[in-house]
């Protein structure tokens, strides 16, 4: 499985929430009751990097806890940074022996590819089985699966793991040409992939989508788990129906007057369920301020039971006129909710009207609160931005590794001396007792994974 996206309380709803718990569950109890060997989550298990809350946690690791058998896992895009060397919470559930964590460690710019040591590693061996595992590397995945592949050994079924996607199934930032992994299609069996969040399967390559949308558009794509079984030889199936994903409703209206009635009708002959999250597109020629867009909400609301609604608005004259109509606290909401539209911030509407009270009561407290509130539901905020920042890291990145290398070969080239070996040697024990000496478990975590890594020197 992959993409579970544990704690995204997606439109800010608490319930969606328990959508994505519900369904990680759901997946386990499957496991348990196809007794597998095995499970592998190929990325993105958490919604977030940073900011993990006590629910999410609590619910990762009920359901963990509960498992007979092991859960490999690798971390995705929305588990970890991946152009920095962090402590992470799959680290965390790692340590506390949920999960088996793999990923490959890098030293000097060289790639290193250990067994699984009870704490880290890249590899681990199951029984007959052998498992490869590398995190998402962003625009460096073609560079470290360079590296990576040509230092896998075949022992038994051998399966690789990571979360990336391949070109040619969604367009989106992540993908590499499969060829790179065709290549090695007489080393490894199985390629288990995340980061789309759909289903394909190309030869030995097997995606099986997220468990539920984390987006609008994802409501149409397939998606569920992988079971595989392999004796002689390999089969597989990929299972959806051992959960039901939360429903969207897709409607759209023109409002040729403003006829609330006309309205309530159409949305009876079209209602679902209930408790569907509802994308509701509404078209007119009439002027923005001609519909009470309140009345309308509260009209869907009745008629549909909806779990979340989200209205978009299309007006011929696109622009809203305020001319003739006062500036009442209902229309400044109207105007600030179409502002607000073009962001990925979710309903805070009544948050910006409320902050704006605030402050110019001058309760920064309240302020305080607010502010820290609207920043935990923002999860995709500067996304262009924060893309931009990684790929200028990475260059860096893929820059001070080649200089180094460069370094290096020079060095062998001149051969060093004795003494200079030994002065070398000094200053990294020195360095080491520094990071030492710095650390802190209150608040250096990253900095003791370093720490780690370095002792093994
Ligand atoms: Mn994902």
Redesign the pocket.
């Known amino acids: 499985m992959a993409?579970i996206?544990l704690g995204y309380r997606q439109y800010g709803s608490e319930e969606r929430a328990l959508d994505f718990a519900q369904a990680f569950k759901k997946a386990f109890e499957l496991a348990e009751k196809e007794r597998v060997d095995f499970v592998i989550i190929s990325g993105?298990l958490f919604h977030k990097r940073s900011e993990m809350d006590p629910i999410t946690l609590a619910q990762a690791t009920f359901v963990l806890e509960k498992a007979k058998f092991p859960v490999i896992v690798v971390e995705?895009n929305?588990d970890s940074s991946y152009f920095k060397e962090r402590y992470t919470w799959i680290d965390y559930l790692s340590q506390k022996g949920y999960l088996i964590n793999l990923k490959p460690r890098f030293d000097s710019g060289t790639i290193i590819i250990d067994e699984w040591d009870g704490d880290s590693g890249a590899y681990i061996d199951l029984k007959d089985v052998r498992i490869y595992g590398m995190k998402y590397y962003g625009a460096l995945t073609e560079r470290v699966l360079d590296e990576y592949l040509p230092k896998i050994k075949r022992d038994g079924f051998t399966i690789f793991t990571s979360h990336f996607g391949i070109e040619g199934y969604l367009n989106i930032y992540g993908c590499i040409n499969s060829a790179k992994l065709h290549k090695y299609r007489n080393k490894i069996d199985y390629v288990a992939l995340?980061?789309i969040?759909k289903k394909y399967v190309e030869d030995f390559i097997f995606n099986p989508g997220?468990l539920e949308s984390?987006d609008q558009n994802e409501f149409n794509f397939e998606k569920g788990v992988f079971i595989v079984e392999c004796d002689e030889e390999l089969s597989y199936s990929h299972v959806t129906d051992f959960y039901t994903p939360r429903k969207f409703l897709f409607i759209k209206y023109n409002f040729s007057s403003p006829n609330y009635n006309d309205f309530r009708n159409f949305l009876e002959k079209n209602r679902g369920e209930g408790k569907e999250v509802v994308h509701l597109k509404i078209s007119s020629k009439l002027k923005r301020f001609q519909l009470d867009d309140e009345k309308i909400e509260r009209i869907v609301k009745e008629v549909l039971d909806p779990l979340v609604v989200r209205i978009e608005w299309e007006f011929e004259d696109g622009i809203f006129e305020a001319k003739g109509v006062d500036l009442s606290t209902n229309i400044e909401k109207r105007v600030l909710s179409q502002i607000l539209r073009n962001f990925e911030y979710g309903e805070i509407v009544e948050d910006v009207l409320k902050l704006r009270d605030f402050i110019l009561k001058g309760d920064f407290d309240a302020v305080d609160n607010i502010i820290s509130e609207i920043i935990s539901e923002i999860t995709k905020k500067d996304k262009e931005e924060r893309r931009k920042e990684v790929s200028r890291e990475e260059e860096k990145i893929v820059k001070e590794i080649e200089e180094r290398k460069e370094l290096e070969k020079e060095k062998k080239m001149r051969g060093i001396g004795e003494e200079e070996k030994r002065w070398e040697k000094e200053k990294i024990e020195d360095e080491v007792k520094d990071i030492e000496e710095e650390w802190d478990w209150r608040r250096a975590y990253d900095q003791r994974s370093l720490l780690r890594k370095r002792k093994k020197l």
Request: net charge negative; proline share 0%; glycine share 20%.
């Open positions: 993409d996206h993105d995705g929305h995340g980061h969040h997220s984390c």
